[in-house]
């Protein structure tokens, strides 16, 4: 059954105590003809999903997992998900976080740990479902194992737990801002945005985009939201998608 939205500034909330993806239940809710402006929220998914197919896993009510239905801006669908990334970043900021780093395409990181990570999917009904899942309150020892080393939650690095209603309040104002940009053609704040906080510029990375795989320095992010890198034969290629792991 579908939960009772809450208005929480221009956004329409539902909020699940538990829910198989708040992915799939915003595209659900747009085949259904929701609107642009809602948000699907879940104190904990069952089948949490990332990118290339990865799952998500949650500590249930204690991290943040919110999905924002939104028009997609014509010409700029690829930068939806970097703009959640960014303002996830800034949300996190906001709440005294520092030295926050985001990961091309949309990983967001602090301490050099991802702390969240963004899926942009769709369209259905005409809107974009775009997840945020955020490892807001917790200890390592609540991940999984192989994710101790590579992961952290925003909690760990701050010293205090941050409230979830607060933090998605902040996250959706931001992406409400960036999405009007957007949909203005007006892109450019967004990647120096971006650049600002970019976290593989002049480093040595591995790239696989697919089947190819590239060896070489990030150069960052271009005009239009791709990753820019020199090969080791010193050509400049640029990735649309693809999976980077610092070399």
């Known amino acids: 059954m579908t939960a009772t939205p809450e208005m929480r500034g221009n956004w329409r909330v539902y909020h699940h105590p538990s829910i198989d993806s708040t992915n799939l239940e915003a595209l659900r809710l747009a085949r ?3 609107l642009s402006w809602t948000a699907v929220r879940a104190d904990t998914q069952t089948s949490g999903r990332g990118r290339l197919g990865r799952t998500w896993s949650d500590v249930p009510g204690r991290c943040l997992l919110l999905s924002a239905l939104v028009d ?3 010409g700029a669908e690829g930068m939806l998900g970097p703009a959640m990334a960014l303002a996830t970043a800034e949300a996190l900021e906001a709440a005294g976080a520092a030295a926050v780093a985001v990961k091309w395409p949309n990983d967001v990181l602090l301490a050099g ?3 969240a990570g963004v899926l942009a999917e769709g369209p259905a009904g005409g809107l974009m479902a775009v997840g945020i899942g955020v490892n807001a309150n917790g ?3 609540d991940l999984p194992e192989e994710l101790r080393e590579s ?4 909690s760990e690095q701050l010293g205090r737990e941050l409230d979830l209603d607060e933090l998605a309040d902040a996250l959706l ?3 409400e ?3 009007y940009r957007l949909t203005a053609g007006e892109s450019a704040p967004i990647i120096e945005a971006l650049r600002t906080r970019d976290c593989l510029a002049g480093h040595e990375l591995i790239a696989r985009a697919g089947d190819q795989v590239i060896e070489g320095r990030a150069v960052g992010w271009t005009d239009d ?3 820019a890198i020199i090969d080791g034969a010193g050509s400049r290629v640029v990735l649309d998608a693809g999976e980077v792991t610092l070399n």
């Open 32 to 34: 259904r003809e929701a």
């Open 225 to 227: 939201g791709r990753l």
């Open 173 to 175: 104002e931001r992406f």
């Open 72 to 74: 997609p801006p014509r």
């Open 113 to 115: 740990r991802k702390v």
């Open 177 to 179: 801002c960036h999405h």
């Open 139 to 141: 200890r390592a020892g």
């Open 151 to 154: 992961a952290t939650f925003a």
